[in-house]
């Protein structure tokens, strides 16, 4: 199998549930929603719905005189801004490209959104590919996003010794996608799918276990 990795970016490489919750204090602030708000706002946010869903409900409850679209427009702007990416996270993946792999952030998400966060935490510098659904026009599950990273990794899914890892926190999008896909997958377990299932080849609890599975292998 060649060695491919291919990571998912919020709540994997990034904590997107850290950032939205800071980013919530910052929105019931400006707005003067009061402290009892931020619980509210980061209850309806909980599972990542679609954000236009979420800023129409946030829109309503809270009154706000923004449209949906400028609300959505300024958390896209603000949140790269929050994200955050250890130097831990950074220093494996270039551990694993000195060592041969070709690394990958395969995403889904506004391009505007998703591109912000890749470059505000310097991963843009330190990753072999980018293939974000925001740009490419599809989505995990999906197989052609796996593709398109893998093409500019150099290598083929479908070629003999093809394959690869996928490594993420939905057991969807990362897990049953990349399996379709051809992936050997690891699964970040951060306790927020209890009802779905997963096949994944490995389960930890965060990125850097499972770097440290892919330098072992």
């Known amino acids: 199998m060649q060695r491919l990795a291919l990571f998912d970016l919020d709540n994997t490489l ?46 309503e409850r809270f009154a706000l005189a923004e449209s949906v679209d400028e609300l959505w427009r300024n958390y896209r702007q603000r949140m790269p801004h929050l994200v955050y990416c250890s130097p831990e996270v ?22 505007d959104n998703q591109m912000g966060k890749i470059q505000q935490t310097g991963l843009s510098e330190i990753v072999d590919a980018l293939a974000l659904s925001g740009i490419e026009g599809t989505r995990k599950p999906g197989r052609m996003l796996f593709e398109i990273a893998a093409k500019r990794c150099g290598m ?9 890892w996928m490594i993420g926190d939905s057991p969807i999008a990362d897990v049953a996608g990349g399996r379709a896909a ?28 499972a770097i440290e599975i892919l330098a072992g292998s």
């Open 90 to 111: 950074k220093d494996g993946l270039s551990r694993l490209r000195v060592s041969g792999w070709k690394v990958a952030i395969v995403t889904n998400g506004m391009a």
């Open 14 to 59: 990034v904590d997107l549930d850290q950032a939205f919750a800071i980013w919530a204090i910052e929105f019931s602030d400006r707005y003067q929603l009061g402290c009892e708000a931020v619980e509210r706002i980061i209850a309806l946010g909980q599972g990542r719905p679609h954000r236009e869903m979420f800023f129409a409900e946030v829109r």
């Open 156 to 164: 083929s899914l479908t070629a003999e010794g093809g394959g690869g």
């Open 182 to 209: 051809g992936l050997r997958t690891i699964w970040i377990d951060r306790g927020v799918w209890p009802d779905h299932d997963q096949e994944a080849d490995h389960v930890v609890i965060d990125v850097l276990q």
